[in-house]
């Protein structure tokens, strides 16, 4: 969907500068496009911390390969596992600890639990990392969303520069025409850049990052359940509380 989006509103505007009769090559400028994608790495890099910025570049995987997050899975596994504990006791869950299925984050909990983290201490570390984990989330959301803010203000930086060099053929009405209509190019991109990929990418990844904290909590959940030893009904209706979200 990511990527048919982006096509689809590329392929109208194309489409509507051709049935206005306007030539497609009308709307490739290379140094328009320098100004408007150079300027806004460059503003964007100046604010944004290295580690931040690859973070964001590492985040975009996840628009095209959008992870597979199983709550039925999950939910069935944790409630599976409170039977064993409350039967076995929680030293009977380390075997699970090798299940190759296992996110880090689920391993990690278990690991806690195994160890014998009493539930009060256990949910302070879950609070401490989901907050870690949503911190995390945002900031590389935070990166697309000031890179579309910068892009159309880049993009009439961009537009000035293009009607100075056209000023300068004040005494040829044609090249005069011409570099005007150059001039506004940087500004379709800039306006385009924000709110046809940056802005739509920072408001996916919110998406996705609030798809992947609801299964934190419900990992968290049933593992707070089998910590305190609650029954499986009730470990049952808590779980149920977290459906898999739509997507």
């Known amino acids: 969907m990511a990527l048919a ?59 095209w390969r959008e992870p597979d997050w199983p709550f039925h899975e999950q939910a069935a596994r944790l409630l599976r596992w409170s039977g064993e504990a409350r ?55 935070r990166v697309y969303e000031a890179m579309g803010g910068y892009s159309p203000t880049i993009g009439i930086i961009g537009a000035v520069l293009g009607l100075i060099q056209a000023m300068s053929h004040l005494d040829d009405p044609a090249r005069l025409g011409a570099g005007i209509a150059v001039a506004f190019v940087a500004t379709l991109y800039g306006v385009g850049l924000a709110n046809l990929l940056l802005l739509p ?16 909590e419900l990992t968290c959940v049933g593992l707070l359940a089998i910590a305190r030893g609650e029954n499986s009904l009730t470990v049952s209706r808590q779980l149920g509380q977290y459906r898999e979200p739509h997507s």
């Open 5 to 63: 989006g982006l096509l689809l509103a590329l392929f109208c505007i194309a489409l509507a500068q051709w049935w206005h009769g306007g030539s497609l090559w009308g709307l490739v400028d290379g140094p328009a496009f320098l100004i408007v994608a150079g300027g806004t790495l460059g503003a964007v890099a100046l604010q944004t911390p290295w580690p931040q910025c690859r973070a964001a570049g590492l985040a975009l995987g996840r628009l």
């Open 87 to 141: 039967q076995q006791g929680f030293l009977s869950l380390e075997a699970r600890l090798d299940d190759d299925s296992l996110d880090t984050f689920t391993r990690q909990g278990l690991q806690w639990l195994v160890d014998g983290t009493e539930p009060q201490a256990l949910e302070r570390l879950f609070d401490h990392e989901l907050d870690r984990l949503e911190e995390q989330r945002e900031q590389e959301a």
């Open 201 to 216: 990418v920072a408001n996916r990844l919110r998406a996705l990052h609030r798809r992947e904290l609801r299964y934190r």
